[in-house]
């Protein structure tokens, strides 16, 4: 990993006690939330991260050689039952996950600008329920995905209007293609 990070970050990772943190973002609806793997605010790029502590989890990040789409899971525990509701009602299908790796110097300062480690969409939540305290997990897939997912646009007049309103570009398709067309020789 050390060919991915930058110079003081690298540095970092081989020093005798190595700060690593995580860093999360989420485009929610309602607003984007972001968190960290550490306890308290921390504050990068102007914005301001709060801290999960033991109560946030995130599925090994996985790179390949080979052109693949692979996902990630991030979970969140201990949370109040009454809020699950508002987690089950927030539309998430198709908004931006990101993950970012950094590390803390000995004032628990970041080193300098943490490294991207995942971005993608948000996919589906699932909810475990325990009583007082549910978990949930939200599962976000590679932006790789969208080459797997089929193109249903189709070269007529309907699906450009659907698309673009008012454009005639697709009208005359249909009559085209009963139409003889005789190149470089002269019309009799």
Not at 34 to 47: D, E, F, K, P, Q
Not at 61 to 86: K, N, Q, Y
Request: aromatic letters at 8%; proline letters at 4%; a negative charge.
């Amino acid at each position: 990993m050390s060919g991915r990070l930058p110079a003081l970050s690298a540095a970092a990772a081989g020093e005798t006690v190595a700060r690593p943190v995580l860093l999360a973002e989420f485009a929610f609806a309602s607003g984007t939330t972001r968190v960290w793997s550490g306890i308290g605010t921390l504050s990068w790029n102007g914005a301001d991260y709060t801290g999960l502590g033991t109560f946030g989890e995130v599925s090994a990040i996985e790179e390949t050689m080979e052109l693949r789409a692979t996902g990630a899971a991030f979970r969140l525990s201990g949370i109040p039952a009454d809020l699950v509701s508002t987690a089950m009602g927030e539309p998430i299908q198709g908004r931006a996950a990101r993950l970012r790796l950094g590390f803390l110097d000995e004032s628990l300062a970041l080193i300098e600008d943490p490294v991207l480690l995942f971005d993608g969409r948000m996919d589906t939540l699932e909810i475990t329920d325990g009583g007082e305290h549910a978990a949930i997990t939200l599962f976000a897939e590679n932006r790789l995905r969208d080459l797997e997912r089929p193109r249903t646009r189709r070269y007529t007049d309907q699906d450009q209007q659907a698309e673009y309103p008012g454009d005639r570009g697709f009208e005359f398709v249909p009559a085209l293609q009963e139409v003889t067309i005789n190149w470089g020789s002269a019309v009799e």
